[in-house]
């Protein structure tokens, strides 16, 4: 359950993720909801125009492109933008022509008016200048400062002024363009190719906001931001400063230096490996990384040069620079190099550690440096050789301090040493340049211009710590990874390994359940199926088994209880059969063969009730079916046989058994035939129709359907043979809603036609079966409609056997039945189970006294008794105000006597049997008569 759970919510999210992933998810149904009801609306959204935000990257990108794109694709939202200046926007949302500003700074009038978004990214203000000198924040004072209408920042400018209690003079000026060489106010000099530049302060946030009634919208536009468009933004705001910066750079190439560029298709190098942050060969990216090398790539990508890096041991790098093999080198600027080499401008710096052992106290000066390290350059340059000890790598660098090989080590790199066991104290911060040939000197000016206005240093360091500390990062990782995927393995594993068994446990335990019952340890259904296959050398009975009342024990008092009963009953089996023929077939079914005669079988079986006190205790016994078996004779029927005479002999709750005998075999293989002909072939089906007679009216008023099947195989087969077979194979109500379909249609077409009256009446009738069905008012409301039947002309005759059902269901049921025009007609009174309790409770529109009440009262012995409860009967009816119909009347003497106790309708042989359908109108115009028709057939 919870794996599933947890492997749906997987789909849901992954589905969501890529189907979805270029619209905003919502985080709730709330938010759904809203942002559904909101795209119905029109929202109008004021974007700031001309301020000097980063203007257009060169494909056209901009900031408020991405926010446009956030409302209307991916937040789906009905909004137009009005693009004005920021002022004009201001008054627009005074006047409520606009809901929200979109990319406006944090400040305190827009935080009044609106509902602000978490800010998106900020600036640094300052005051750039083409010309005038700017060495410190003090030297504003007294100066005129030009900005630009509209300027954000310039509270931000002001409030900065009034801390360090500096006066400036403030210029407004429709574009500051014209004034660079004058001090200008501004977040990105590079805009305007300034390189000269003071930082002020850092400006509050940009930020969307929207009026109140949009609050809630605003938190959905942080989201949008955090799920995407805060790092879209930024990113394109990096993208169009970058592309300033290298327009600068290229506008301060001269042209000598642009057709250098111009031929220049690579550049040839080598990095350093230990020299801090500054360059270091990174086995996570396998390239070499650092500041120096993120500087060389973005100068590359700038003027698309390509740089090779080459390999080379430090001493012969500084030879193939000399030679010209390489271009440019790391290497620091000191005296006698500047002979050789040109140098760029200062890079940075690079600390030089001097370590040594905390107890140490020898007075000596012997240095230990790492071959080719900036350490050894350093102490070339301070120390004398004899003093000097060259390693070529840290671990022997360090045994050698411990060992007090050496008394101290010069060094770039720290990283090895704990402040614990060494004193380390830093000596002198080296300059890191680039070096070049003496011949290169137009490719200096350049990357010295590139530093200028292509890269920030300080960034560079800061990305550059952040790679290192991934690096590091990545080394636990790897270590941790390379374990991970060996217990994942071993996990796939062990899961494969445990389905395996589980599979093979559970197939183990079907075969032996099948083979083998694990409560009783008797043989189970498959060893069964094998038995019916086998030749039994011997003469006895098969017998089948089924508990009776036992499901109820085990549902009542459990299934450990009900587990006991069964452990009792097939312990008793042990002792009256043998082990290898006693099958448990089911929980309460067991088959098995006896060898021996029928009264000793039986007698055996009912020992039960001195071996099993449990299940007399709990009112559990059995009944059993019996099947004689001769030597060498098929089984498998045998037991079919066994089964179906212990269903038909089952008590509820007593022990009962039936014995199969030819006659049975014969019976149900003709059953059997006869239930296979009615299921293929329904349609041959028909009703034909006993009529009913008015004494008083002297004419037939109306008939019985009674349903006939016709065969090809078996001539007519009659209700009394197939009724019981297709209630036993619960298709009774096929047949009824045949008849009832074929009387309703049947009865509608001779009334259209006029040759029955429109006040016939038909009768069907309807089994406990069809009655018990959830449909059947459905079925026969739509036979009515179907027939457009509106009159009620049709009646159902149920049995009394109904009364099984309960009371409340069949009052509701048959009021249903009278609600959509049928009369009720109870059949067969009182032949059965008479329940005259029920009379006075139900529905009931017409009585119909049995035959079997009129048969004894005959012309020449008028049986004085019968007579007594026919008439008492008729007077019990009567006082229940429904009506009589004497079925079964043969005779004119029987129809004189129910005539002589007032019973109007009367329905028999004597009026007429039933007829088929194109007899019906020609019995009814010729009153029907003693030699009416006689079955079809
Ligand atoms: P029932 O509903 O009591 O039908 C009356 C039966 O008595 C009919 O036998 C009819 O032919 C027979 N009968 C009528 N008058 C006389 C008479 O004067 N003398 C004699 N000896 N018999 C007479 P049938 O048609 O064989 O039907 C037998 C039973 O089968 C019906 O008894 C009814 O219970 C059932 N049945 C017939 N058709 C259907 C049906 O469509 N659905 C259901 N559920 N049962 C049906
Ligand atoms: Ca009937
Ligand atoms: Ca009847």
Redesign the pocket.
Known sequence: MKNTKIVKKILFLLINFHIFADKYIPKNQFESDYLNNLKKEQISIGLVKNHDFLGESKNGDSINSLIKEMFLEYLDLNVIFIEKEYSELQELLEVQKIQGIALINREKLVREKLNLTNPIFSRDIYIASSNKILSGIKTLNNKKIYYEKDNFYLKFFDHQMQIYNIDVEMIEVDSINNYKNQLILTTVPEYYNLTNYLSITRSAGYTLGMIDSYSKLVNILDSSLNQKYRKKINILEEKIRKEYSKNNFLNSLTNSEKMYLKKLKTLNTSYDNDVGIMSYWSNYKKEYKGVVPLLIKGISEALNIEIKTHKFEKKDRINALKNGNLDFIILSKTGEKSNKFIFSNKISEIATYVVNLRDNISQQRRVGVLKYNIGEEMVNFYDIPENINIYPNYRILREALDSRKIEYILTTDISNFNFETYKIRIFQNVPINLGLNKNNILLKEIIDKALLYLVDIEILKKQSLLEQEEEELFKRKVLFEEKKTLIILLLILLAFIFYILSKIKKERKITSKLSKDELTGLLGREKFNSFCFKNIEKNGFGFVIDLNNFKNINDTKGHEFGDEIIIEFANFFKNICKYEYIFRISGDEFYGFLESELEETISKFKKYKEHCPLMIENNVSFSLGLCKIKTGESLKDKFRYADLIMLQNKKKYEFSYGVVNSEFILSKEKEEKIIQELKSNLENFYAVY?PKFSITDNKIIGA????RYYSSKFGNI???EF?GIAEKHKM?HK??YI?AEKSIAYLKAKITEGKLPKDFKIS????VQ?FEREDVVQVLKGLLQKYKITEKNFEI?I?ESLFIVKANYLVKKLEELKKIGFSISL??FTAGHSTPSLLSILPIDTIKFD?SLLDPIEENCKDKKSMKVYHTLTCLIRELEMEIIS????TLDQLRYVHSLGIEYI????IS??VGEDELDFVVSNHGGKDGNVRKG
């Not at 019985?704 to 349903?707: D, I, N, T």
């Not at 069907?764 to 089994?767: G, P, Q």
């Not at 329905?907 to 004597?910: D, I, T």
């Open positions: 006993q019985e359907a009674l349903a009659y209700p009394d009724i009774i047949v009824d008849i069907f009738n309807l089994s069809t005759e049995t059949d067969d035959k079925e079964g009347v043969e329905q028999g042989y004597f049997k039933p």
